[in-house]
């Protein structure tokens, strides 16, 4: 009988997505020995209802079990282990940080999944250090240690993530409590490989992130991605049959994740922008902030004239697009993202150089590491507020698709696209780190059955 690995990912498809390519990568190399079994939080929409049933389709060896609102993760896991045996490790996402308490009740191996870069986990685990060294009223020593966190380029209070702009909110509170509960967990495992992010893996797996304690081990097992399809199975509003008429690397494209929404005036400037660089571009426009409950045209949304104006070069989709095979068409030359993290490493492996246009959550945090560390994108200029103006997309557009930086960020990205597919090769780095991290599940399921736990 093959050995249960359950994972347990947080709410939403930007959760669900890595973590099930986290078993896909477990159960293709370990098939034999290892099942996978996905605990969900909720109710599935239609859409990832969809997802769910292709995946069992393809990956026999991953089961999910729906948790509904009434039942309890102890209990449940209680249930399980009476009805076959204890699961070898249990791997949550790190916004599930509560059951690490219920797994440590019944000795299962457990490690957390961050679907992020190793550079948001490095500042993730020495946040508690921040908290310890800075207060409110000091800025200027809150400045000092954020220009030297272990692993990472000097940052700015700009560049932190939302819940750690302000030390008085119950956010704050709780992203520093995580952090304490991540110290505890038996390992972390990140989806990001070696040569991508030299310098945070080094700090994370030297322990220079954590003040005075042990660091918890380290895995790198990226990039996990989600495949193209590569059929006729995909719905894409005619994006993949209009890329097919444009000329090789000529289309910009533009999409900002599952929550990314701009104001009217700012989609209206970013439609102006595109306009006046002459570039070709494929757009995804989600409905503006404020209205997620009303669709509007595009009449509404977009200046007069915009479509008519560029027919030709340009092609506007509501709301989704199939960005896996989008990015993966021979015609997109550049990806204008919101920095999330699987976007990232989409773009990564498939070779295709970004604009920097980071929205929320730890966006910024990657912008930087982007731009100063790994020098895969180039970054827009924003007004204080936030808003872009047409004249700097504009700019941007032209110099990512055709000047000198632009072809630098361009070579970074197809030499980074190369180490990706040597680190999940053979003897590659992210298999090595995988199948270190089996040993160890192995190593300590045995040992929990020789002291009889």
Not at 15 to 43: A, R
Not at 369 to 378: H, I, P
Request: charged share 20%; glycine share 6%; with cysteine.
């Amino acid at each position: 009988m093959k050995d249960t690995i359950i994972l347990y990912p947080a709410m939403g498809r930007g959760h669900l997505v890595p973590m099930v390519e986290l078993g896909k990568f477990i159960s293709t190399h370990h098939h034999n020995t290892l099942s996978i079994k996905i605990f969900l939080l909720s109710s599935p929409n239609i859409t990832t209802k969809n997802y769910i049933t292709a995946v069992i389709a393809t990956t026999p060896s991953i089961k999910f079990h729906h948790l509904s609102p009434s039942q309890n993760l102890l209990t449940t896991l209680q249930s399980f282990i009476s009805q076959s045996s204890k699961p070898k490790a249990f791997i949550l996402d790190f916004f599930n940080h509560s059951a690490i308490a219920v797994t440590a009740t019944l000795n299962i191996p457990t490690f957390c999944y961050f679907p992020n870069a190793a550079s948001t986990v490095a500042l993730f685990l020495y946040t508690p250090t921040i908290h310890h060294n800075t207060t409110n009223e000091n800025t200027s020593i809150y400045n000092d240690v954020l220009r030297n966190i272990p692993g990472l380029p000097p940052l700015s209070p700009e560049d932190m993530p939302e819940p750690m702009v302000d030390r008085r909110s119950q956010s704050y509170k709780s992203f520093v409590n995580m952090s304490i509960q991540m110290r505890k967990i038996d390992g972390l495992i990140v989806n990001s490989f070696e040569k991508l992010e030299t310098k945070a893996f080094m700090a994370l797996k030297n322990g220079v992130c954590l003040m005075e304690e042990k660091s918890p081990r380290v895995f790198c097992i990226g990039p996990l991605v989600e495949k193209s399809k590569g059929d006729n199975s995909v719905v894409d509003d005619g994006c993949l049959s209009w890329l097919n008429l444009q000329p090789s690397q000529s289309v910009v494209f533009l999409s900002f994740g599952s929550y990314g929404r701009f104001s009217k005036s700012q989609i209206k400037e970013i439609a102006l922008g595109l306009e006046k660089s002459e570039k070709r571009f494929l757009w995804v426009v989600r409905n503006p902030i404020g209205y997620e409950r009303k669709e509007l045209s595009f009449e509404e949304l977009l200046p007069k004239g915009f479509l008519e104006k560029t027919r030709e070069k340009g092609k506007v989709v509501r709301e989704w697009a199939p960005q896996v095979e989008i990015l993966n068409h021979d015609s997109v030359g550049a990806f204008v993202t919101h920095c999330g993290w699987n976007s990232v490493l989409e773009a990564i492996t498939c070779g295709v150089p970004m604009v920097a246009w980071p929205l929320y959550a730890e966006q910024m945090l990657n912008r930087v590491v982007m731009v100063e560390e790994m020098n895969v994108a180039l970054t827009l200029k924003e007004n204080e507020d936030g808003f872009v103006k047409a004249s700097e997309l504009e700019e941007i557009v032209r110099e990512i698709m055709d000047l000198e930086r632009g072809k630098k960020v361009r070579e970074s990205v197809l030499s980074f696209r190369n180490d990706a597919f040597v680190a999940l090769g053979d003897g590659g780095s992210s298999r090595i780190h995988l199948n270190e991290l089996i040993e160890l599940w192995r190593q300590w399921y045995y040992f929990f059955c020789f002291i009889g736990f």
